[in-house]
């Protein structure tokens, strides 16, 4: 007897394998166990907005609005004259970039350094302590 | 029964009971998909109950533009690669240069003339499955045994549509070559 099977055959025996494979029962309820374990876990705090996120959002609108009214209602000659520091700040910095840059740069690598301080002696203490 | 939707609204704002119900629905499905890949019966249950419990905590941010069940299946995926390293490599690296697809044929093998045959045929396959990979074990387990569309595992996985067909269609040829093989050996000895 051929017991060879044709593709198609074997397509078919592969797609019924396929859809056949059992599915394995549960070895037991799993549902105590993770109320158990969610009990311990505070209940998820909904998304709500709260009286501090108005109180921001307006002091944030109302700062807005000061700047813009304030810029809106600025002299000509007032403009003219922010402008003209404004470019002249610019070309300072242009000029002074081969220092300020190094500068600014180790500046703010010893800033972060600085924070990581306080960090630090808490470990260092720690290590004493044990 | 009430339905998913009252349950999941109400467990979102944090009724345990509602959410106990969800679990006792899901539960079922999220082990099998662990026991496929993990093969390790009490390591899926552990991931099954590690599954709800981030389930639970990330609710709130559960904002329903999946299914719940599919948001389920993406948690107990990653909780997979975790325990398996190699598991997403294998996957991404599995590239998407299929050519073509096995067609989805019908069923039909399993005929009354033949029916001792195939069913013997059918265990071989399933134990063939069982030895598969593991990335073609949670492909095929999830378009399979959960039913998902490539579209819909290609999203939860985050691969390319192609990677998840590429990865189907070498499971099938996986499992077409065990068959041939196995056919040979009942040919020599009949």
Request: hydrophobic fraction near 40%; charged fraction near 20%; include cysteine.
């Amino acid at each position: 007897m051929d017991n060879s099977l044709t593709p198609e055959k074997q397509n078919a025996a592969i797609e019924d394998a396929l859809h056949t494979h059992p599915v394995a029962p549960l070895p037991h309820n799993i549902t105590v166990d993770v109320m158990s374990r969610i009990k311990t876990i505070p209940a998820p705090r909904p998304f709500l907005l709260t009286r501090n996120d108005l109180v921001l959002a307006i002091v944030f609108s109302v700062c807005i609005g000061a700047m813009w009214f304030s810029i809106n209602h600025l002299p000509p000659l007032l403009i003219a004259q922010i402008r003209k520091e404004s470019i002249l700040l610019y070309q300072q910095i242009l000029v002074n970039m081969r220092w300020l840059l190094p500068v600014l740069s180790f500046g703010l690598a010893a800033f972060l350094s600085a924070l990581t301080i306080p960090y630090l002696r808490q470990e260092l203490q720690n290590h004493r302590e044990n | 029964m009430e339905n998913e939707q009252a349950l999941l609204q109400r467990a979102q704002k944090g009724d345990s009971d509602a959410f106990a119900a969800l679990v006792d629905e899901h539960q079922r499905y999220i082990y099998n998909l662990a026991l496929r890949v993990l093969k390790d019966e009490d390591e899926a249950l552990d991931l099954t109950q590690e599954t709800f419990v981030r389930a639970w905590t990330a609710l709130p941010n559960f904002r329903g533009q999946s299914q719940f069940r599919t948001w389920l299946y993406r948690i107990v995926t990653n909780l997979c690669y975790n325990r398996l390293p190699t598991l997403r490599r294998s996957l991404t690296d599995l590239g998407d240069d299929v050519i073509s697809e096995l067609p989805e044929t019908d069923p039909t093998f399993d005929n009354p003339a033949r029916g001792l045959e195939s069913r013997e045929l059918r265990s071989y396959l399933h134990n063939a499955i069982e030895n598969l990979d593991e990335n073609y074990r949670l492909l095929i387990s999830l378009r399979y045994q959960n039913e998902l569309s490539y579209e819909e595992i290609a999203v939860m996985l985050n691969l390319p549509l192609g990677t998840v067909k590429t990865g189907l269609f070498r499971a099938k040829e996986q499992l077409r070559r065990a068959l041939e093989t196995h056919q040979e050996a009942s040919w020599i000895t009949p």
